[in-house]
Nanobody
Framework: QVHLVESGGDYVQPGGSLRLSCVASGSLSSVNAMGWYRQGPGKERELVALMTSVGSTNIADPVKGRFTISRDNTKNTVYLQMDSLQSDDTAVYYC?????????????WGQGTQVTVSS
């Protein structure tokens, strides 16, 4: 089992910045990737950014150049630095851990943290 706790969501004006954090605990030996997804009002959940266990990243086109994902393996924490925020970035942001085990692929999700971008 893996437990994820996100923090850092807030209300911010357009052009502002936020940093989200996600601390993972539990059995983390089979983690393949950690990342962030978001779900805006009336929208489906979508990938924002992820980082694999070997350090490669995948950043979604709408946030490329504005958002940066990073990890601190000593703290089992993944971060999402969000700069130049826009109203379209308003969403609940979810931390995700993808694990590959002998039983197959397993996804774990955090409870979500709200980001609201508005003037």
């Amino acid at each position: 089992q893996v437990h994820l706790v996100e923090s850092g969501g807030d209300y911010v004006q357009p052009g502002g910045s936020l940093r989200l954090s996600c601390v993972a605990s539990g059995s983390l030996s089979s983690v393949n990737a950690m990342g962030w997804y978001r779900q805006g009002p009336g929208k489906e959940r979508e990938l924002v950014a992820l980082m694999t266990s070997v350090g490669s990243t995948n950043i979604a086109d709408p946030v490329k150049g504005r958002f940066t994902i990073s990890r601190d393996n000593t703290k089992n924490t993944v971060y999402l630095q969000m700069d130049s925020l826009q109203s379209d970035d308003t969403a609940v942001y979810y931390c995700n851990v993808l694990m590959v085990t002998d039983s197959g692929t397993v996804n774990y999700w955090g409870q979500g943290t709200q980001v609201t971008v508005s003037s």
